[in-house]
């Protein structure tokens, strides 16, 4: 018998009578790792300025240590997703918390930014790349049944809310003490989590004791890379044309006019093809592969996996566009900003935990749809009372609808999605998941972002140009340069390039900037709620009986 189906049958797993604490102890573990995992980046975003003083660096560096947390993160999490079955459970989160509490404190403690790439960057998201797809799992083995849907919709609440909490969190340490209380905070969780891991299953997933899928684990890194990558380089080069030369030092080339974006997503897509015929011909010779080639193939799976990424899109594009708007446009702080997002962030975590046990009366597809409609109207809420004095109250029932919408989605989706796959197999699925929503996360960012600044950057520039005729290689041309001078997208940067010019121009451009900055987010936001008509198409694919079984 598979050790996986041996800790369900309640070898290992904390039993009812134990007591509370005992029983929920992996369900508590898992949430705090799930936590700290994904405030990292959100909860930094905000410092960003105090960084950039604190080191006497540029935004652009201190933005390449958030990016280059993400491609780690991201480029390890399938390798990382495999490590259960080869290690003791309870042995790897604890090995895997101590390595983050590490890389947290390092990043802490930073003198400069080198040091900060390492401690963040580099160690932290390696750590994190375990972490994230051993949550998933820890629950997957630790649970059954209706327990189960609670544990895995507390997890998605919290992942959810920690994404929304973020901003509110590191605007406060950093307005009222010191950025780098931010990842000391992050120290005191892992301290937490620790507390609850004796609570964990010790045995590993499988049996037999297997190795790493080395040329696997090469193809799925350079895969996701390049991927990741690219997408990170699609704000500034665009996403098939390139807008500009890439240069990287002394060297400078146009790459035949196509953009680096539609280059390396072009080397990811290929390689993630190679990846799948390589972990073919593993499982053929009776290895063990990274990904299971059967789960690919498996339909209830891949569809709750495609609907989990364009979900995670459209929540990462929403968490990027509000903000900035609320900062660049309205003029709150990042902790105004993270009171704004509160009712989102309470709603998401609310929905997730409280809405696991509708599924006894409405099918769990039904709930998934019924919360992608709530994301939708709270989103086109959101469009009409787009304006640059918009208030905290008005925004509250439009947040509160789309975090409601939110957290309805994931409380049945990450269920319906791991629960169609074996337990000996729950390892690879996770990884697979948690790779896909990173993926999701990061092209959500980059296609909205992208989105709301070139349309906030054209608007800067057609108002200034208005009544005169320009062609549109000209327009262009100024909309780059608009894009290479001081971010007058965010707040601080539009008054310091006002404050150098005259009265005159100061009302015009004033002016300027916030019709701009109202219509972009206007038009950005009824582009992600297109995204959201995406998701609800996906969907319908999924299945419609009970429990996330596939239809008989």
């Known amino acids: 018998m598979d050790v996986s189906t041996a800790i369900l049958d309640g070898d290992t797993t904390p039993d009812r009578t134990e007591g509370r604490l005992a029983y929920w102890g992996p369900a508590i573990a898992v949430s705090l790792a799930m936590f700290i995992g994904v405030i990292d980046s959100t909860l930094m975003n905000v410092a960003i300025p105090a960084i950039v003083a604190d080191f006497e660096t540029t935004v652009t560096v201190v933005q390449g240590a958030i990016s280059f947390y993400a491609m780690v993160m991201a480029a390890l999490i399938l390798p990382g997703g495999k490590l259960s079955s080869m290690y003791g459970i309870r042995r790897l989160m604890t090995a895997t918390l101590v390595v983050y509490g590490i890389g947290t404190t390092l990043a802490a403690i930073s003198w400069n930014m080198a040091v900060l790439y390492i401690g963040w960057s580099l160690i932290e998201g390696a750590a994190a790349a375990v972490l994230l797809p051993l949550t998933f799992t820890v629950l997957l083995v630790s649970y059954e049944g209706a327990d189960r849907v609670k544990a895995l919709g507390i997890l998605a609440g919290v992942n959810a809310a920690g994404a929304a909490f973020g901003p509110l969190l590191g605007g406060a340490v950093t307005t009222f003490a010191s950025w780098r209380w931010g990842f000391g905070i992050e120290v005191l969780i892992v301290f937490v989590a620790l507390f609850f891991v004796r609570y964990l299953p010790g045995e590993r997933l499988s049996e037999a004791r297997t190795k790493l899928d080395v040329g696997g684990t090469v193809l799925s890194i ?50 993630f093809a190679a990846f799948v015929q390589y972990e073919r011909r593993i499982e053929q010779i009776g290895r063990s592969p990274l990904v299971p080639v059967h789960l690919l193939t498996n339909g209830p799976f891949t569809t709750g996996v495609v609907t989990n990424a364009t979900r995670s899109l459209v929540m990462a594009g929403f968490i990027f566009v509000v903000p900035v708007f609320l900062q660049s446009g309205v003029g709150y702080t990042a902790f105004e900003t993270g009171v704004a997002m509160l009712p989102f962030s309470v709603a998401t975590f609310v929905a997730s935990i409280f809405t696991t046990g509708w599924r006894r009366f409405v099918a769990p597809k039904l709930l998934v749809q019924a919360g992608i409609v709530l994301m939708g109207a709270g989103i086109l809420v959101l469009v009409s009372q787009t304006t640059i004095d918009v208030t905290i109250v008005e925004l509250a029932a439009p947040m509160a609808l789309v ?73 262009n041309s100024l909309v780059m340069a608009l894009e290479e001078t001081a971010e007058t997208a965010t707040q601080e940067t539009q008054q310091a390039f006002l404050s150098q010019l005259s009265p005159g121009q100061q009302e015009l451009l004033a002016s300027v900037f916030e019709t701009a900055i109202v219509q972009a987010q206007r038009g950005t936001l009824l582009l992600l709620t297109l995204l959201v008509v995406l998701v609800l198409l996906t969907s319908t694919l999924l299945p419609s009986g009970e429990e996330g079984e596939p239809d008989a």
């Open 403 to 475: 975090g409601f919408g939110l957290g309805l989605v994931m409380a049945q989706l990450i269920e319906m999605t791991l629960s169609a796959v074996d337990g000996s197999d729950s390892a690879a699925a996770s990884g697979v998941l948690n790779a896909t929503m990173m993926l999701g996360y990061s092209f959500g960012t980059a296609i909205v972002g992208t989105y709301l600044l070139r349309q906030f950057y054209g608007g800067v520039v057609d108002g200034v140009l208005a009544g005169r005729s320009v062609s549109a290689e000209e327009r």
């Open 222 to 271: 350079v895969g996701t890379t390049a991927l990741v990558g690219g997408v990170l380089l699609a704000g500034k080069y665009g996403w098939l044309l390139s807008r500009r030369p890439l240069v990287i030092g002394d060297f400078q080339t146009e790459l035949f006019g196509i953009s680096p974006t539609a280059w390396l997503v072009g080397v990811g897509l290929v390689t």
